[in-house]
């Protein structure tokens, strides 16, 4: 059974930075893309970012795009989000997210397997 464990998320201050990661476990199939999303208080979970299994395909959600960059590590079984500038809007549990397809889709339902979530916390 793949299993996702994510790490990295805290408090911080409006404008400070925090590094999410995520490794996945038992995944004996290839190709796959990961991701990560946000669920803040009384709203649906959202897409946050995503990237393709080699790496040449990245895609943001305009709300973190110049601030947050997605990579992948060479096993590519993990993925990290740095986030830089920090709002307070940016405070929600995020997961990440596997898909079992080279295409990265914002839609959540289309992925496979999600992580637990982890608490980003960002203060004014």
């Known amino acids: 059974q793949v299993q996702l464990v994510e790490s990295g998320g805290g408090l911080v201050q409006a404008g400070g930075s925090l590094r999410l990661s995520c490794a996945a476990s038992a995944t004996t199939f290839s190709l796959y893309v990961m991701g990560w999303f946000r669920q803040a208080p009384g709203k649906e979970r959202e897409f946050v970012a995503g990237?393709?299994?080699?790496?040449?395909?990245?895609s943001y959600a305009d709300s973190v795009k110049g601030r947050f960059t997605i990579s992948r590590g060479n096993a590519k079984n993990t993925v990290s989000l740095q986030m830089n500038s920090l709002k307070p809007e940016d405070t929600a549990v995020y997961y990440c997210?596997?898909?079992?397809?080279?295409?990265?889709?914002?839609?959540?339902?289309?992925?496979?397997?999600w992580g637990q979530g982890t608490q980003v916390t960002v203060s004014s």
């Open positions: 990237i393709s299994w080699g790496s040449s395909r990245l």
């Open positions: 997210a596997l898909r079992r397809a080279n295409e990265v889709n914002p839609l959540a339902s289309v992925y496979d397997y």
